[in-house]
């Protein structure tokens, strides 16, 4: 990473606030961060008005830390409580209309490509189950299909959390909501089957119990959409409101629906999997045989 688009100005250095300073002086922007380190460095994420203990604010800030090149990422969200957190980030973020993030990333990720062609510049649709599963399903689709180069990450609340409770296609079936009084009659949507049929090139299902592994998906979605195509991040992100979930007992959720049905899932094309295993080996060569002190 490098400080190419957040270093000060000669002139400004007594002028800028403390927590500009903290982002040039010790972040993400200035070398690459572990998951493990977070919270002993200026995040690109502190502050949100998402409600206390929920499960969707500490999975964005797990993929803001996973970012390979955070001066070089474009964010595309739309209506929902995602674009809370994520218009408070220090990375940019264009608010689409309800339905079309994927059609906006489209445009514009061919547009960065075009303007900016030796500096990777990585598009990354973020929105909630309804927004992507539902009213925006057909734009999904049809940049799986176009084999746009861009990451999708479903933020999985399982209900249209922002705007009072309705079911939404991604709701397990028979669930009772304060705007579905007599439950869901049909199936959860299989939008992982749909990604495949679609010919996307990655697609992971993670849950936010497990940061190392969420990072990972990430990382391994942005640099393979990079160069190959499509791909596609599911996250069960519960909403502790709209489910009645205490504070307290929202991992111990996340937890027992990992267990139950959301499990780790993770699938790559032939294409995908040979570009992730020369990667992967370009790095073990970077890095050198491990020492006795290692």
């Keep these: ?11 400004f250095e007594n002028y800028l606030p403390q927590e500009y300073y903290d982002l040039v ?23 949100h008005p998402m409600c206390a203990g929920c499960a969707m604010t500490l999975f964005i800030r ?27 980030g220090a990375a940019p973020f264009i608010y689409g209309n309800y339905g079309d993030t994927n059609a906006v990333a489209s445009g ?16 990354i649709v973020a929105a909630g189950d309804g927004g992507l599963a539902d009213i925006g399903f057909s734009m999904v689709m049809h940049s799986w299909f176009r084999k746009e180069k861009f990451t999708t990450v479903m933020l999985d609340n399982e209900v249209y959390g922002n705007t009072g409770g309705q079911e939404s296609g991604m709701t397990q079936k028979g669930m009772v909501l304060k705007m579905a009084p007599n439950g869901k009659k049909f199936e959860k949507m299989d939008m992982i089957g749909l990604a495949k049929t679609a010919g996307v ?64 899932q993770e699938y790559f094309t032939d294409e995908a999997k040979e570009y992730w295993t020369r990667i992967e080996s370009e790095k073990r060569q970077v890095k050198g045989p491990a020492t006795e002190e290692e």
């Design 108 to 123: 514009l990720k061919r547009g960065l490509g075009i303007r900016f062609q030796d500096t990777p510049k990585d598009v």
């Design 201 to 264: 090139a990655y697609i992971a299902r993670v849950v936010p119990t497990n940061p190392a592994r969420v990072a990972s998906a990430i990382q391994k979605a942005v640099l393979i959409a990079r160069e190959i195509g499509p791909t596609y991040v599911q996250a069960y992100t519960s909403c502790n409101i709209e489910y009645a979930i205490p504070t307290p007992k929202v991992m111990d959720d996340a937890r027992e629906v990992e267990k139950a049905r959301y499990g780790f």
């Design 62 to 88: 797990t993929m803001y830390v996973a970012l390979p090149s955070v001066e070089n990422t474009v964010f595309i969200g739309t209506a929902g409580c995602g674009r809370l957190v994520l218009t408070q």
């Design 25 to 47: 002086r010790d972040s993400q922007f200035t070398k690459p961060r572990k998951v493990s380190e977070m919270g002993s460095f200026k995040e690109v994420i502190e502050e």
């Design 1 to 11: 990473m490098s400080l190419e688009t957040i270093r000060v100005s000669p002139g």
